[in-house]
């Protein structure tokens, strides 16, 4: 195939033709696939499924040493769970807060406790400050981008590079003590897959900002979540920012959703000891603790790190041909007419598009016109707005091989139609 650039005006003209038929006939399968978020499939959720009935069926799976599990206590979480987190993270059992099971409720939380009540540095609560900015590496998380959203924040793109967020850009931007914290997918980062440098961490955990309740978010969503290859060992941010002289500026994130059930499973942050014990005194007050019998559950099931790894390699096994299908078509149907660039990555759960500027939307909707619906244009991007019209998230996760097949079918069709229509035909 001749890239579409290259092409004559007649050329491109047949080239649409022949495109608007596929489509047409792709239409009419009456399809109903669902490529929009970064859910887990039947398949890995069989894999864990037996925990939710089998763990907790004998009187002493309900003690955690001395602890009865189904009681009130342990505001911090149980003990056990801590010290699996740990061993996942790297850091140490004591920095653990192990809550329920959403990491992106305890993200809210931090943020809504500093608009509220401050941080532990903060000199005033975030809400009587006159303006609070947040850094946004883009392309991001949409729903990290949804909670400084709604809070009013005043959001600032920051471009991603191959080794995580342009560096240079971070720094100059925390002198503006205005500036309160960034977001960051560190390892296999949403959506393009970048596993930030050593050097990237040095620097973020160098960081010395102008604002003395500056803030990281350390999203470590997929710290154990490799699809191909052998799982990568990652520095540990909150030593790292303890050796830098900021043992208070990071608040580190991690959860079992893509680990056993996404909606049951159990989530935690690690932070310094002052900046948990400053978090454990507020939360106190709207919860007495969280859902310790499954923290429970999860201990037994995962036993360690090691354990844990073994599972992992399990999902991998169902995730590698969901990715590869997906990255074979883009190789195959896209890559020789040269209208598009992605990610090639090798953990996660997404494949970050970059299509040609001014066709993001367009081919979306076509998308859904013929029945597969993806994460909206412009999500990626803080506000919704994608300056480029261009990056499009594909999550290869929900659907089983032979639809997403389908899918990526469909979507390669609709990418082709709108490069050609904005070429021109």
């Known amino acids: 195939m001749t890239a579409y650039s290259a092409m004559t005006a007649e050329a491109r003209k047949a080239e649409y033709a022949v495109l608007t038929k596929e489509f047409e006939r792709l239409k009419g399968l009456g399809l109903n696939l669902n490529m929009a978020r970064g859910k887990p499939g039947k398949e890995q959720l069989d894999l864990v499924s037996d925990m939710t009935y089998s763990l907790m069926d004998r009187p002493e799976n309900f003690m955690s040493g001395n602890i009865d599990v189904r009681n009130y206590g342990e505001m911090s979480g149980l003990p056990a769970a801590k010290e699996l987190f740990a061993e996942i993270l790297g850091c140490k059992a004591e920095q653990v ?12 939380d931090t943020i809504s406790k500093a608009y509220t009540h401050g941080l532990l540095h903060s000199e005033r609560p975030w809400c009587r400050e006159e303006t609070v900015k947040w850094l946004c590496p883009a392309p991001g998380y949409d729903r990290h981008f949804k ?6 924040f005043e959001m600032i793109t920051i471009p991603m590079t191959a080794d995580g967020p342009d ?13 309160k914290g960034i977001w960051c997918v560190p390892k296999y980062s949403n959506p393009d897959g970048i596993i930030y440098s050593d050097e990237t961490v040095r620097r973020m955990a160098g960081l010395k900002p102008a604002a003395p309740d500056f803030t ?3 999203d470590n969503a997929y710290c154990v979540h490799e699809f191909e290859g052998e799982y990568v060992e990652f520095p540990d941010i909150i030593s790292a920012c303890a050796e830098a002289g900021s043992p208070d500026m990071v608040f580190e994130f991690a959860s079992t959703s893509k680990i056993t059930l996404p909606g049951a499973g159990i989530a935690c942050f690690a932070t310094s000891m002052e900046n948990l014990y400053y978090m ?35 999902h991998a096994a169902i995730m590698a041909p969901k ?35 001014g066709t993001a939307k367009r081919t979306l909707a076509l998308c859904k016109e013929a029945g597969v619906t993806m994460t909206g244009a412009g999500a990626t991007f803080p506000y919704g707005k994608d300056p480029q019209d261009s990056n499009i998230r594909i999550a290869p996760s929900l659907p ?26």
């Not at 106190?284 to 099931?301: A, C, E, G, Y």
Request: glycine fraction near 6%; proline fraction near 4%.
């Open 97 to 108: 807060f192990v809550g329920g099971n959403a990491s992106l409720q305890l993200m809210y």
């Open 147 to 152: 909670i400084t959203e709604s809070f009013g």
């Open 167 to 179: 560096m240079d850009a971070v720094e100059e931007a925390v002198k503006d003590p205005a500036v």
């Open 216 to 218: 990281i978010m350390w």
């Open 280 to 314: 454990e005194k507020l939360l106190t007050i709207q919860i007495i603790s969280f859902d310790k019998v499954n923290q429970q559950r999860h201990v037994l099931f995962l036993k360690n790190k090691e354990n844990v790894l073994k599972l992992m390699k399990k």
């Open 323 to 357: 990715f590869h299908a997906v990255l074979d078509a883009l190789e195959t149907e896209i890559k020789p007419a040269g209208i598009a660039e992605w990610c090639s990555p090798k953990g996660g759960y997404f494949v970050s598009l970059n299509a040609m500027p």
């Open 400 to 425: 089983p091989v032979a639809e997403l097949e389908q899918a990526i079918a469909v979507f390669c069709t609709c990418l082709k139609m709108a490069a050609l229509e904005k070429l021109g035909v």
